[in-house]
């Protein structure tokens, strides 16, 4: 079925849909002819023999004469009758039985065979690539990644055993393919792994072992595998990789920061030093309701508000950014200032209780998450989870009517959806959101494009596997060491630029000339860092640098300020 709808979607590509079009303009034209032949036959009729006919009968009569059938039933007993019918017999041979197949034949059948002898998978890349990423197995983290590289002009190529996926995958996609095994040696070599950028081995734990080993044996180029079960983690690294990415635990750690309402500390996504970059919910905290300024986050804590999530979209604050109750903050602060804001809020903090919907492997990370701060969760799975002795969820399916209720759903204060299913998901969610107005629902996307309707079902916040992995996968190729916050928003790390050293920040222009803003300054000797530094603070040589922007931004700071000695 798939190759047949394959075959047809070659003639609605390309040449092949010109060519699609003028075989539309010629049965249009044939269509004229005939018609024009009925409306003279009746004519004729008429005023050579009295017969009188419909125009159907027309249609009827010269379809019959043009394509030779004639039956016989309606003829002409006249001499000039006799003419006119073989002047329609001569022209049916020529445009239907001549012009049209010959038409059909050399337009469609004849390009159609000659592409389908002609094509050949790719074995080998050209010698001259270089500095090239090449991908081993291809899902929907690794697609989001390959469109990112084409938008940042890295070359790549996705190597695939399966020689019938290829065509599929360079004419549908446009993905560039090479076709071979990833362990063996010889097609390692003919997809210029020595000359690569990067590898990137995105198939089972075992056979990504397999991959860092061969190619560990004919070179150095950088490996980054994901890493299924996190305990493989450290095989992978004995076995040559040079970055492991256990997607499963990243994302369930992101989707239990977002569902918690608990302290502080159960907040924190990731950390440049001592520099700490957590996202907490307004709710529960005494912000709520405030504008930022009125707010004094940064008096009462020393914690800088760096963004603001409310439903999915992040925007940087300003003073008068009112801090809604749905909205989650994204706090930039040491550890001890995120300590003064758990004492804040820690007597506001209402007991809070976490459902996990889905006890795979991002359920299981979220559990173990929540499990370390100590949050309290219940896990709902319709299985058990063969790969985790630790937890023991409620069974059942969750879509059933009462699972949840009996399983207490209305004490939870929030709720991670992460099935594997994407409808599942949406269902959930928005079953959970009728039931419960309230609570904080966190859910996963398994593919992209799901992420509006999850929204629009009512999640407080979306993570999406395809582009947390992308993202993190990009940052590993451009060895890049910040904080993926969101599709286009990243917190990056920078030596200062000798050249603004001296110079006060308002004089360095840096947000005018690059849109970046500084989250903090890293003093050299490993003292507490400066957080949101005032315009007037002087830049030092030696310090780091925190900033946030997007990539556009970030790359053209990179470009106004290139590593310099
Ligand atoms: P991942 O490892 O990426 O988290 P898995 O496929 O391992 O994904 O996990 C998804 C989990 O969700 C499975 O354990 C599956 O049993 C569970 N699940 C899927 N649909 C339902 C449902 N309707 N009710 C309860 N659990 C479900
Ligand atoms: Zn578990």
Known sequence: MKSIASELAYFLRGRARLNLKYLVYYCAFLAGVILLYAVLFRFLMWHLEGRE???IAGIYWAITVMTTLGFGDITFHTDPGYVFAAVVTVTGVVFLLIILPFGLISLFLAPWIEHRLRYRPALELPPETSE????????????TLIRKLENRRIPYAVVTPHADEVSRLEEH???????????????????RVAAARHVIANLSDPENINICLTVRALCDTPIAAMVSAADHGELLRLAGASQTIPLHKILGRYLATRATTQGAM?????SFGSLQIAEIPVHGTPFSGQTLAAAQVRQRTGLAVIGLWQRGSFTTPTAATLLDDHALMVLAGTREQLDALEQLTGEQTLEDLVFILGHGRVGCAAATFLDRRPVPFILVDREENPACDEHVPVYGDATGRDLLRKAGL???????????????????????????????IVARANADENVPQLYAAGADFVVSNASVGASILLNVIESKTSVFLTEGIDVFRRLLPPRLADLTIANSQIRNKTGCSIVALEPPQGAAPLIMPPPETVLKSGMGMILIGSPEQEELFSRLYPKEG
């Open 173 to 191: 996609e446009g993905i560039r393919v090479v076709c071979g095994s990833p362990t063996d040696p010889r097609v390692l070599d003919s997809v």
């Open 410 to 440: 209305e004490n939870a204060k929030g709720l991670i959806v992460t099935t594997n299913d994407d409808s599942t998901n949406i269902f959930l969610t928005l079953a959970s959101r009728h039931t419960h107005p309230h609570a904080r």
């Open 132 to 143: 090239h990423v090449l991908i081993f197995g291809l899902d929907a983290v690794t697609r």
């Open 53 to 55: 006919f419909s125009l």
């Open 266 to 270: 159960a907040h924190v996504l990731d």
